[in-house]
């Protein structure tokens, strides 16, 4: 004979409803999860997201409860104008961050060849020395400048 055992019962619909309501996008929740950015912790190897409560602790410092900052991010509650610069300033400072990373990525050389004409330019002669395709030491700008033809265009006449 076998053991009876309790039906499982299923979480109320109106349970998982209920935990959503109230969640408005205002601005302030917009810059709030911005800043809900993660980092990097055991020497870059696992990023950690920070939670709303840990969040929120660390911006209003001691100077409002979380429940009162949820009221804030979620509009029901006018927030007031020292939590506004907070977000704002916080926001401002990560902006200025990933501005420097962009302006670093900028200044990296590729090796792509294909990004300017001048590289490949330089990579078709520097193939054509390799095969020995052209004279001695002329590139195919200089020889366009002294008025004859280049030796590798076929189509160009003297």
């Known amino acids: 004979m076998t053991a009876k055992r309790k039906r499982r019962k299923r979480k ?27 980092e990097r912790t055991s020497k870059g190897r ?14 209003v410092n001691g100077r409002a409860t979380i429940d009162f900052m949820r009221t804030w991010l979620n509009g029901r509650r006018r927030a007031p104008a020292w939590f506004v610069a907070i977000l704002d300033g916080e926001l401002a400072r990560q902006i200025e961050h990933r501005q420097a990373i962009r302006a670093e990525l900028a200044n990296i050389k590729t090796g792509d060849r294909r990004r300017s004409p001048e590289a490949r330019t330089r990579g078709r002669l520097a193939m054509m020395r390799r095969y020995g395709r052209l004279e ?18 076929p189509h160009k006449s003297p």
């Not at 001695?136 to 590798?152: I, L, P, Q």
């Open 136 to 153: 001695a030491e002329k590139s195919m700008g200089e020889a366009a400048v002294d008025g004859e033809a280049a030796k590798n265009e």
């Open 12 to 38: 109320s619909t109106r349970h998982i409803a209920a935990y959503h309501v109230g969640i408005v996008q205002t601005p302030l929740r917009r810059g709030f999860e911005c800043l809900m950015v993660g």
């Open 46 to 59: 696992h990023w950690e997201c920070p939670t709303i409560a840990s969040l929120g602790a660390k911006l």
